[in-house]
């Protein structure tokens, strides 16, 4: 088993030299039945992943990617990449000019972990060759990373690394949620969403207008984005509503700006201070469907997205005493939470069978009453989560205290929570796609945010599995020299999903490269307009 790899760090001035880097602590293995560990030893790890490498790693997808068909200026060879081997030596800031000459590196050096970072003013290889200061993070997409650590607040079948089918639910509902703001509210359209290989999800926003963000818009779409964050950075293992007293009695403690306090207005400040283009007609009534949705093309759009169309359904109740002031991304957003809530809070995590658990949720209600008279009735009667649910319902519906308690519990339970640190920072390091997990045996796969749902982290490729199956296939179909090798394994259904994300790309690009060229011409017609002008003058 290989050891785990130590996290890189964050900090862009920080060069860590190979020769001088302390070994990594190990942390033990989980005792764990719900997610399978591989059981490749160390040795034989190194030797499969060495043949991934060599054979399966899409490091020509990759260039397409992260060169964004720019292949003069040297973008792609300004992008910086680290690697950590399996001596837990970190190496930061290295550069590749193409695809070949990444693929040369990653095969001969085989780490055991690949981070992307940000594109610099130069290449991050020649970063030594600068003056202090002169060596600058220009572009680095937008990322997200949501981990299931942060939940175990919430979640009762697993805790830290641990994770099952029922506890998945939150990322499934996390990927509906954010894939919706960030396409209709910021008019992103190039998503690439990536397994993390244990425990949680990874989004890149791709689209040029995102790369170039800087880090104050950064932090204004997380901020639209956050109503319950994570302590990430200070305890993984325990999440926190985003307000300086969490876990008081009063709903102002428990969930931050869902109510008239942080007004409409507040959330578009946010919002088109990140440059905010996306679909302004969801500010109105009707905020479930814009234009182009209605008719036939609404139904084109049901089908294409279906995963991400919960919130099409009828609107969920709302107390007549709420306050009238509920932003319309949040609007959508508890459409998802109603629907998820009774089958994943309820049901799966069943988080009102027992005191420690229902405590939780009657600490959330803001009328002293109803939480003692509760707990006392179920200290000693039996009941279901879904029957003690309905009971809690009708008690908060008599209580003038309680007009948005129920909302405020769905967004507590479930709505995403983010690492801002992650999204904020421009120099900031994520796990590439495609990487193989060190403690799983796992692949970090592209997840298709139109059938999340049926995304299983527990049936995800492992290096041993597609490796035996590109072995086992190539006896079969030994005379097929032209397919491509991850065509023989459970790889391939995944690679399609990220060249699907990269042809969006790439006739994006295709698009702009026409309107430049127009452009240039254009300018050199009348350039000469203007020179046959001036030359006639001076005939006369």
Not at 4 to 28: G, I, L, R, S
Request: aromatic letters at 8%; hydrophobic letters at 35%.
């Amino acid at each position: 088993m290989p050891t785990a790899a130590k996290e890189p760090p964050t900090d862009n001035a920080m060069d860590v030299d190979p020769a001088t880097q302390a070994p990594a602590v190990v942390a033990p293995l989980p005792d764990d039945d719900q997610m399978e560990i591989t059981s490749a030893s160390e040795d034989q790890f190194h030797a499969l992943l060495r043949i991934f490498y060599q054979r399966l790693f899409p490091f020509t997808d990759f260039y397409r990617w992260l060169g964004y068909g720019n292949p003069d200026n040297g973008y792609f060879a300004k992008r910086e990449w680290s690697f950590t081997l399996a001596s837990d030596v970190y190496i930061r800031f290295q550069s590749f000019a193409g695809p070949e000459e990444l693929r040369t590196a990653i095969v001969h050096q085989c780490p055991v972990k690949i981070d992307i970072g940000a594109v610099y003013n130069l290449q991050p290889k020649d970063k030594k060759t600068v003056l202090p200061g002169a060596f600058v993070a220009k572009e680095r997409e937008l990322v997200f990373d949501i981990d299931l650590t942060d939940y175990d607040d919430v979640r009762t079948c697993c805790s830290a690394a641990d994770i099952c089918r029922k506890c998945w639910d939150f990322m499934t509902i996390a990927i509906k949620i954010l894939h919706r703001a960030l396409t209709d509210d910021f008019g992103f359209k190039h998503l690439l969403w990536v397994y993390s290989g244990r425990r949680g999800v990874h989004c890149w926003v791709s689209d040029d207008r995102a790369r170039k963000l800087s880090h104050e818009a950064r932090a204004a779409i997380v901020s639209y984005l956050s109503v319950v964050s994570s302590n990430a950075g200070q305890d993984r293992s325990t999440a926190a509503v985003n307000a300086p007293d969490a876990g008081g009695e009063s709903e102002d403690d428990i969930v931050h700006g869902l109510g008239g306090e942080d007004s409409e207005g507040e959330r578009e400040d946010s919002r088109r201070a990140a440059g905010g283009g996306g679909n302004d007609s969801a500010k109105g009534e009707d905020d479930s469907e814009s234009e182009d949705e209605r008719g036939d093309g609404k139904k084109r759009k049901r089908s294409r997205r279906r995963d991400l169309d919960d919130e099409e359904e009828e609107e969920p109740p709302l107390d007549s005493r709420a306050p009238e002031l509920f932003h319309y991304s949040l609007r959508r957003a508890h459409r998802v939470l109603h629907k998820h809530f009774r089958k994943t809070v309820l049901v799966e995590m069943n988080s009102l069978a027992t005191r420690p658990r229902y405590s939780k949720i009657l600490a959330m209600v803001p009328d002293a009453d109803i939480r003692t008279r509760l707990d006392e009735e179920w200290k000693t009667a039996q009941g279901s989560s879904i029957d003690r649910w309905k009971r809690l319902l009708a008690e908060m519906g008599r209580s003038r205290h309680c007009a948005t308690t129920e909302r405020d519990i769905m967004f507590k339970f479930l709505y995403p929570r983010l690492d801002a640190n992650v999204s904020i920072g421009i120099n900031h390091l994520l796990k590439s796609p495609f990487c193989v997990h060190p403690k799983t045996g796992k692949v970090c796969v592209p997840i298709d945010p139109t059938r999340c749902s049926d995304f299983n982290p527990l049936t995800v490729p492992t290096l041993q599995g597609i490796v035996g199956e590109l072995n086992t296939n190539a006896k079969q179909n030994s005379d097929e020299g032209a397919e491509e090798d991850f065509e023989r394994t459970a790889l391939n259904a995944h690679i399609q999903t990220f060249r699907k994300f990269l042809h969006g790309i790439a006739q994006e690009t295709k698009a702009r490269l026409r309107a430049e060229e127009a452009a240039a011409s254009k300018r050199v017609d009348m350039q000469r307009l203007a020179e046959k002008e001036n030359r006639r003058d001076l005939t006369f």
